[in-house]
């Protein structure tokens, strides 16, 4: 007895295992109860209204009353459409045709196309659905009060990926986890390692700079890491026929970025971790929950509370993923997608400084 109260004190008294068992499993359950949601609410969509009568404009106010979707952009013709997709808000676009009023008196029937961004082939389908079922809602209560009943036919058109194949999502996805885990992982392993076996005395004497020691850590896994992104694309599209309809030199260009930018990461964990098994703790729960719940990888970032929305925006793979499904899905060059970079280069600029500027004080 005596001895089960000494581990009970002994446990109380150390924080990091008190984090470990009581926090930890705290932040995954707040994280994936807010997180994991099959709903959209609030998905950007465009309108294009060749008619602007009353019928057009009372579907158009019951989609955005409906909460699961607010209007990005009013169009005006359809050389438009691909615009405001690959401007990358936009998530569907709604066409009443023309004379649409009209075509329902005349006719009993009137057209709707739905053009939905289905580089996110499951989102892509629940925005279809529900736009659907929100003009079928309309019809059903227009035919309550009128002796012809009418109908509207709906058009469903999926861009970017017709036939809808999960690969188109998870590829980018995969290959963003990837390269964040396996880059920022094995370099505060690497450095954590020197410390932990005693060989950073060594580094320590010798005439190398703080810079040129990080060179040397970094440099390997830098090359090993862009040789995993070339087979990670090599599979997509051989295996998966993922293609890359954009430039391919920006899309490596993107990801030497995104590497150095996890490699900088790997630096800043390795400064705070004294051991290798405290070092890979770290990067697991610091970079794999939050990569695959807060990057937008997997479930819709509109979806979240505003609170968490905020804390995704400083998630660097959200930005490395918007980059690559543009380039590779919509073809989209640098002037689409310069703000993420710009981005992914802040982020890398400053966890580069810090992890210098922390490695100098452990070397003094």
Request: proline residues 3%; glycine residues 4%.
């Amino acid at each position: 007895m005596n001895f089960i109260q000494k581990e009970f004190r002994h446990i109380l008294r150390d924080t990091r295992t008190l984090i470990i068992m009581f926090g930890i499993p705290i932040v995954q359950i707040l994280l994936f109860g807010y997180v994991i949601s099959t709903e959209v609410k609030n998905a950007g969509i465009a309108i294009l209204d060749l008619s602007k009568d009353q019928a057009t404009i009372k579907i158009t106010e019951k989609l955005t009353a409906s909460g699961y979707f607010k209007i990005i952009k009013n169009l005006n013709s359809f050389d438009e459409i691909e615009e405001a997709f690959k401007q990358g808000n936009v998530k569907e676009v709604v066409i009443f045709e023309i004379n649409f009023d009209k075509n329902l008196e005349n006719f009993n029937s009137a057209n709707v196309q739905l053009i939905a961004d289905a580089t996110d082939a499951n989102t892509a389908n629940i925005i279809v659905f529900y736009t659907s079922s929100i003009i079928q809602n309309y019809v059903n209560e227009q035919n309550k009060t009128i002796k012809m009943p009418f109908e509207i036919k709906i058009d469903e058109r999926m861009l970017y990926n017709e036939e809808l194949k999960s690969s188109f999502m998870f590829v980018p996805g995969i290959m963003a986890i990837i390269l964040m885990l396996i880059s920022a992982m094995m370099t505060s392993i690497s450095i954590a390692r020197e410390k932990e076996l005693g060989t950073m005395e060594v580094l320590l004497v010798s005439p190398l700079k703080p810079v040129q020691i990080i060179l040397g850590k970094v440099t390997p896994y830098f090359i090993l890491s862009l040789i995993n992104a070339v087979s990670i694309l090599a599979v997509g599209y051989f295996v998966f026929d993922v293609p890359v309809t954009g430039s391919l030199i920006l899309l490596m260009a993107e990801t030497m970025l995104f590497i150095l930018l996890a490699l900088s990461l790997g630096i800043f964990i390795s400064t705070v971790a004294k051991t290798q098994q405290f070092a890979m703790m770290l990067s697991m729960f610091a970079l794999m929950l939050p990569t695959m719940l807060l990057s937008g990888f997997v479930f819709p970032i509109e979806n979240m509370p505003v609170w968490l929305q905020v804390i995704c925006q400083v998630m660097p793979p959200k930005w490395f993923i918007i980059i690559i499904r543009n380039i590779m899905l919509k073809g989209t060059g640098l002037l689409y997608i310069w703000k993420e970079t710009l981005i992914l280069f802040i982020f890398t600029a400053f966890f580069i400084l810090l992890s210098v500027k922390k490695f100098k004080i452990r070397l003094e």
